[in-house]
Nanobody, 125 residues
C-alpha cells in the first residue's frame, strides 16, 4: 500500500516562496507519475502540476505556470513543488498524488490512485 506524506507548508507573505515535499513509501515510486493538487475553502480540488516517472515531462496549470516548479528525486522517493512569487489566491491545502496508470499526463483527480493528507499553504497580502 502506497503512502504519501506532504510537508513544507506554512504561512508566507505575498511574493515569497515555499517548497513542498512529498515522501512516498510502500511502492515502486520511480515507476509512477506524480501530481500536486490544491483545494481552497469552498472550492473544488484543482490540478496544479504533474511530473512523469522519469522527471522528463512536466505539466502545469496555467495559474501557476512560470511560478511553480515540480521535480522529483527517485532515489529519495520524494516529489517537490517549488512555489515562487506566491499570491494570496495560492492559499489552499496542497495534496500530492500518485497515478499508477497513465498514458498521458494526468490532470484530473480521478486519474490518481493514492493521496497524501495535505499541507496548508497560506499566503498573506
Amino acid at each position: 500500500q502506497v503512502q504519501l506524506m506532504e510537508s513544507g507548508g506554512g504561512l508566507v507573505q505575498a511574493g515569497g516562496s515555499l517548497r513542498l515535499s512529498c515522501a512516498a513509501s510502500g511502492g515502486t515510486f520511480s515507476s509512477y507519475t506524480m501530481g500536486w493538487f490544491r483545494q481552497a475553502p469552498g472550492k473544488e480540488r484543482e490540478f496544479v502540476a504533474a511530473i512523469s516517472w522519469s522527471g522528463g515531462s512536466t505539466y502545469y496549470a496555467d495559474s501557476v505556470k512560470g511560478r511553480f516548479t515540480i521535480s522529483r528525486d527517485n532515489a529519495k522517493n520524494t516529489v517537490y513543488l517549488q512555489m515562487n512569487s506566491l499570491k494570496p489566491e495560492d492559499t489552499a491545502v496542497y495534496y500530492c498524488a500518485l497515478a499508477r496508470f497513465s498514458l498521458a499526463m494526468p490532470v484530473t483527480s480521478a486519474e490518481y490512485d493514492y493521496w497524501g493528507q495535505g499541507t496548508q499553504v497560506t499566503v498573506s497580502s
